[in-house]
């Protein structure tokens, strides 16, 4: 059988359920920016006050299977992640030792092969992942913040303006302190990412 680094062909064993996490993300994100429509388009017909009570009045309720559809869609990436993390950390330490603890071992996925398996070798890896990691994650940060201010601000907002229903009111509400808790966990991870790699440095 030819060997994949021979054929120079990149293969990572966790890459399936990476990219059903940043599925589920991006559907958690379509989800929540409808709702957020949804929700101001509610707001707007309470407003105009020519008898859209009713409709604006159900629009908050099937706001609310949105809302549930976007949390349950935030665990299935959580878990997602969670799966492929412990995937790449046995990927991780099979390359950096050259033992056989995941079920499938990468191919040309780390870019220090020419070195010998051990400790040193465990280093580069480590410092090439955290430098990875830390660049795209500080990247994201001024998008992710934005993002999150504009969504918290319109979904208290907009709930607390007029809801009367306390159900709906407490499931609206649930999404800004979820994206704000959301929001937290990134800029911490990405401040832990920062001092590793200083350390490293």
């Not at 966790?14 to 957020?36: C, G, H, M, P, R």
């Not at 809302?67 to 997602?80: E, K, M, Q, R, S």
């Not at 999150?148 to 607390?160: H, R």
């Not at 800004?176 to 959301?182: C, G």
């Amino acid at each position: 059988m030819i060997s994949l680094n021979i054929l120079n062909i990149k293969h990572v064993p966790f890459k399936n359920a990476f990219e059903k996490a940043k599925l589920s993300d991006k559907l958690a994100k379509v989800i929540l920016w409808i709702s957020t429509a949804i929700l101001l388009t509610a707001f707007i017909l309470d407003k105009i006050d020519n008898g859209f009570e009713i409709i604006s009045s159900t629009l908050k309720s099937i706001n609310c299977f949105f809302i549930l559809g976007y949390l349950l869609l935030i665990f299935i990436t959580d878990f997602y992640f969670f799966n492929s993390s412990i995937q790449k950390r046995e990927d991780f330490i099979d390359n950096s030792f050259g033992t056989s603890f995941s079920e499938e071992k990468s191919h040309n996925y780390f870019t220090n092969d020419n070195l010998n398996s051990g400790i040193y070798k465990m280093g580069v890896n480590c410092f090439e992942n955290i430098l990875f990691t830390y660049n795209i994650s500080k990247a994201m940060i001024p998008k992710i913040v934005i993002q999150s201010a504009i969504i918290v601000l319109l979904f208290l907002g907009l709930a607390l303006s007029g809801m009367n229903n306390t159900v709906v009111l407490f499931i609206h509400i649930s999404v800004p302190f979820i994206i704000i808790i959301q929001t937290f966990r990134h800029v911490l991870f990405v401040n832990r990412m920062n001092k590793v790699y200083e350390n490293f440095r």
